[in-house]
């Protein structure tokens, strides 16, 4: 399945995309159902239920907060996050909302948003079940599942596996890292470069350019409001934002002879990002919100240290991450739910690794092995939210692996380019890692650092 660079990165809002971005469009999806039937301004009610990982952390993760903007006709990349409190709280209080803005009903946040604590259906963890009434009448009702990064699929009632659907055209249709470079080394392309091209067969070049410049907009300025915001992050656990008191820090600090000085800024980045996916900011999925400070964190440490890398590069950079983020989502799985967090984070690792390898002038080859080397190297990684919330291990799990990032692009171009395990054997051995990995270490928060902080 090749996709694009705009299916890798969306821009949304935190703290999860499967768990917000995804719920928002379905939710949003289902009433322009309702709309297009004819039968929205009859509808009386509606109810949702919530199953699997979204049942069992998803007021953690915003997905009844989600649910309710969607069924207003919200989207995910165009909804005023600074509003969402207020309106949300409205809703709860009046117990009603408005359908697509234009259709009242009653809707309360505890007999009509349900969820399902242990429940899932059989397709994947992350599902969601809305069904409307008229009066006594049921006129709809829709299964969708949220298969990671903001991505949705539909129930077709088949009884098969739902597949997302695409009738794109694309010069070079690729899912598999071997593919990716065979590509590049048929046709003479960058990896980039190759991108670029798939990119420009669905929009004009121009287009292209402003959609990555705005991906790269979104990312500098999370960076930006996460370095000037402290307090705690909501929900619960009172947990403190860092990313201010360290870019202070930075700013003061005056010694100029720490070789690792520049580590401490890819930690800033990345804390910044994932503070402000925690607390619902303006995020873009890389390709995950769980996952969303890997990337930008990788891509300012290049554009502020590496000599030469400016605006342009980026863009190079950002294609390749894209890239390879096509790579797991069509052979392997972005999904905490679905494989843990070796999905998530090290996904993104993997692009990361393989964006830095691309501007520090790796080979095509040199670019995948870098991801394989990132990727590798979070096999097995659980995701054990506490209290449900992306915070913790989340939010310092993401500078960690920004780090790993950078020595894995370094490992990779230093080396001749044979790569014993390949990016495709290990996208393998991380889906079946997945399948035998127990339900309570993906995304429930039913094991692991989840379970081991006991309040006395």
């Known amino acids: 399945m090749t996709c694009s660079l705009f299916d890798v990165f969306k821009i949304g809002i935190g703290p999860s995309s499967s768990h917000t971005v995804g719920p928002m469009l379905a939710a949003r999806s289902f009433v322009l159902g309702l709309q297009e ?64 803005g234009v259709r009242h009903i009653a809707f309360d946040t505890t007999a009509d948003l349900v969820r399902h604590m242990t429940k899932r259906l059989r397709f994947h963890p992350n599902a969601l079940e809305f069904t409307a009434w008229v009066g006594k009448t049921k006129i709809a009702d829709e299964i969708y599942y949220s298969i990671g990064g903001g991505a949705i699929v539909a129930d077709d009632g088949s009884g098969q596996p739902p597949i997302p659907a695409d009738e794109r055209q694309w010069p070079y249709r690729f899912s598999r890292g071997s593919t990716l470079i065979d590509l590049c080394n048929e046709n003479q ?56 008191a360290l870019h202070k820090r930075l700013q003061r600090r005056t010694e100029t002879n720490d070789p690792l000085a520049a580590l401490d800024w890819v930690t800033l980045w990345a804390l910044a990002t994932n503070e402000q996916n925690a607390a619902g ?92 080397i990132a990727l590798e190297h979070h096999l097995g990684l659980t995701c054990d939210p506490i209290g449900g919330l992306v915070q913790i291990p989340c939010i310092e799990r993401n500078a960690i692996a920004a780090v790993k990032s950078i020595t894995a692009a370094r490992m990779a171009i230093n080396d001749d380019g044979y790569q014993y395990v390949t990016l495709d054997n290990c996208v393998r051995t991380m889906m079946q890692t997945g399948l035998d990995m127990n339900a309570k270490y993906k995304e429930t928060a039913r094991g692991g650092l989840a379970v081991s902080i006991v309040e006395c």
């Open 281 to 372: 900011g303006r995020i873009v999925t890389a390709p995950t919100n769980g996952a969303a400070g890997v990337v930008p964190a990788v891509g300012m440490y290049a554009h502020t240290f590496i000599p030469g890398v400016g605006d342009e590069m980026i863009r190079d950079y950002l294609l390749t991450c894209g890239a390879l983020g096509v790579v797991f989502k069509g052979s392997g799985s972005i999904s905490g739910a679905e494989v843990g967090c070796q999905g998530e984070v090290g996904c993104a690792s993997a692009m990361a690794a393989a964006g830095l390898a691309q501007l520090l002038g790796g080979t095509p080859q040199q670019v995948v092995n870098a991801a394989e």
């Open 189 to 244: 392309l960058t990896i980039p470069g190759l991108m670029f091209a798939n990119e420009c067969a669905q929009q004009s070049a121009d287009e292209v350019i402003v959609g990555i410049d705005r991906i790269w907009s979104v990312m500098t300025d999370c960076i930006d409001i996460g370095c000037r915001t402290d307090g705690t992050l909501p929900g619960g656990l009172f947990v403190t934002r860092r990313a201010s």
């Open 37 to 100: 039937s004819g039968r929205l301004a009859e509808v009386s009610r509606v109810k949702v239920q919530l199953f699997g990982s979204l049942g069992a952390t998803g007021w953690g993760h915003g997905t009844g907060t989600a649910v309710v903007l969607g069924l207003e006709g919200e989207r995910p990349d165009t909804v005023d996050v600074d509003t969402v409190p207020s309106r949300v709280h409205e809703i709860r209080s009046r117990n009603e909302l408005t359908l697509l």
